[in-house]
């Protein structure tokens, strides 16, 4: 089974919907992530978690929410979507020691038409 | 602010060498990462070289640090089909949050 795991791996919607993009995992970190990809761009940081009561803002927070349920999940939320938020998310993990090795799921394609 | 930055694409043939190149900004980080994404999937840690290093080598991989020209490469030896993918370089915030700068990602085919 997958440390990381994301839901929806794929999903379509249309402006203005809410949505919600999920991460669980089981590695027991306690620092989670969620990134957005776009070709060309890279992955650039939405938000971040370093424990339960922790939550920060990223390059890119703006049209976005989080929520950190437990310390093993983290949900992503759009509250009203937009076509520019179409793009390849990723939920990621690290231990928050020493080395910060990133330990990332399988990713959501959201696609807003 | 931060900017890692990396060539797009990256064209070989198999059985040759690939290098992998990327320039950072902040002399200043901790740890160099490279990550690998293949088609449909998440990103995986490839290799990682700390700031105190020059050279790190791991079978058929080699990272090259230069830390004077803030430059940072990834070569591979007898590329594969296989080693077909995204390559991203990253750092670390150096401020001490322990976020994360990719690079844009190089797209690696390799030719058969």
């Known amino acids: 089974d997958a440390d990381v795991t994301q839901t929806p791996r794929n999903r379509i919607t249309k402006t203005g919907k809410r949505i919600m993009l999920e991460c669980s995992q089981t590695?027991?970190?306690?620092?989670m992530y969620w990134y957005r990809q776009d070709p060309g761009l890279g992955l650039r940081l939405i938000y971040y978690s370093f424990d339960v009561k922790d939550i920060n803002k990223g390059e890119i927070s703006d049209g976005y929410s989080v929520s950190r349920q437990a310390q093993a999940k983290f949900s992503l939320s759009l509250e009203s979507a937009i076509p520019n938020q179409t793009a390849l998310y990723f939920c990621a993990t690290s231990s928050g020691q020493g080395n910060e090795k990133l330990f990332f799921g399988s990713g959501t394609q959201l696609s807003v038409l | 602010g931060e900017d890692v930055e990396q060539s797009l694409f990256l064209s070989v043939r198999e059985g040759d060498s690939s290098v992998i190149n990327c320039t950072y900004t902040d002399s200043s980080s901790t740890y160099l990462y490279w990550y690998k994404q293949e088609p449909g999937a998440g990103l995986q840690l490839l290799t990682y070289i700390f700031s105190n290093m020059d050279m790190k080598q791991d079978q058929r991989l080699t990272v090259l640090l230069n830390k004077k020209d803030k430059h940072l490469s990834l070569r591979i030896a007898d590329t594969q089909t296989g080693d077909s993918a995204i390559y991203f370089c990253a750092e670390i915030d150096p401020s001490g949050t322990y976020k994360y700068i990719f690079g844009t990602g190089t797209r690696l085919k390799v030719l058969a």
């Open positions: 590695k027991g970190h306690d620092r």
